[in-house]
């Protein structure tokens, strides 16, 4: 059985970004190809949307040591 809320294997979830928060993470939100958000789940009583309300927002990858060159290793 899955816990009650998992990571989304079935679909999407919304990520909702009210002004202020969109506004003190603009940079991270706008750059960044992956996030790790944190908020509050919002789940619709027939169970067929589910929103996260953002509160937080961070690269979930660094951009640190990145040379910009690619490699094929083939």
């Known amino acids: 059985m899955l816990p009650k809320?998992?990571?989304d294997e079935f679909g999407f979830i919304n990520l909702v970004v009210w002004r202020n928060i969109y506004e003190?993470?603009?940079e991270i939100l706008n750059t960044s190809s992956f996030l790790l958000c944190e908020g509050k789940i919002q789940?619709?009583?027939e169970?067929?949307?589910t929103h996260v309300i953002?509160?937080?927002a961070a690269p979930l990858l660094s951009n640190a040591g990145?040379?910009?060159?690619s490699?094929?290793?083939h």
Do not use: Q
């Open 66 to 69: 990145v040379s910009g060159i």
């Open 43 to 45: 789940k619709s009583d």
């Open 24 to 26: 003190k993470f603009r």
């Open 5 to 7: 809320y998992s990571e």
């Open 47 to 49: 169970g067929g949307v």
């Open 54 to 56: 953002v509160e937080s």
């Open 71 to 73: 490699h094929d290793y």
